[in-house]
């Protein structure tokens, strides 16, 4: 079975604070994803990475970096935190790119921005 | 440019009861389409996917989704639910890129 775990279930920060968040997987997968999950909104692209050092932005790359030094690893970056960066991040993998590979979840942190 | 419209944001429904949830689509290219589900405090799972060939797709736990080109539609459907089908429900599309588009999500509950 793919395992994509995330390295907290639960984060509380401060405002102006940086905070990362870890996501690892288990299955050798070439490409990897940071989602930002909001009520109504559904789930919305904030990086893609496709190979070791490389990423495109999504749809809401502001105020968010990434990292991608090892092929298992991926962390989102949040240089300064925000109020409305409080939400649910979802980390994901597949193998290859294109719809023909499933995408693999991690079971998301919830971030507080107080 | 892709999007896809969940009209539904709650479904109760008996148990044992049948369910529908909706999903359209609005696409000038060929897609992809995707139901996911989340169970709470989960992350999402891939329930179903259409790729090409029948319209009518098969997934897990029973579920299972047509699609309609003229309609350009993907709804899910289960003849007879379980308690344990509430979740939250997410359909996507993807046009044959790394990039999915999801809906906004139908939470169904499921009563006694």
């Known amino acids: 079975d793919v395992k994509v775990t995330q390295s907290s279930r639960y984060l509380v920060k401060r405002t102006g604070e940086k905070v990362f968040l870890e996501c690892v997987q288990d299955?050798?997968?070439?490409?990897m994803f940071w989602y930002r999950q909001d009520p109504g909104l559904g789930l919305r692209l904030i990086y893609f990475s496709y190979d070791v050092k490389m990423k495109e932005k999504g749809d809401i790359p502001e105020g968010y970096s990434v990292s991608r030094e090892k092929k298992e690893r991926f962390s989102l970056i949040l240089e300064s935190a925000s109020t409305n960066q409080t939400s649910m991040y979802l980390c994901?993998?597949?193998?290859?790119?294109?719809?023909?590979?499933?995408?693999?979840f991690g079971p998301g942190t919830r971030l507080l921005v107080l | 440019a892709q999007s896809v419209t969940q009209l539904d944001s709650q479904v109760p429904v008996f148990e044992e009861a049948p369910v529908e949830l909706r999903c359209n689509y609005s696409?000038?290219?060929?897609?992809?389409l995707f139901w996911y589900v989340q169970y709470p405090n989960q992350g999402l799972q891939l329930l179903l996917k259409y790729l090409s060939g029948s319209t009518l797709v098969k997934g897990i736990n029973g579920f299972e989704a047509e699609f309609n080109k003229s309609q350009t539609s993907f709804h899910l459907r289960k003849p007879s639910v379980h308690i344990s089908d509430t979740a939250e429900y997410f359909c996507a599309v993807n046009p044959g890129t790394y990039k999915y588009i999801f809906g906004t999500g139908t939470r169904l509950k499921v009563l006694a």
């Open positions: 696409s000038s290219v060929s897609v992809y």
């Open positions: 299955m050798d997968h070439e490409n």
């Open positions: 994901a993998s597949s193998l290859l790119q294109g719809a023909l590979e499933t995408q693999y």
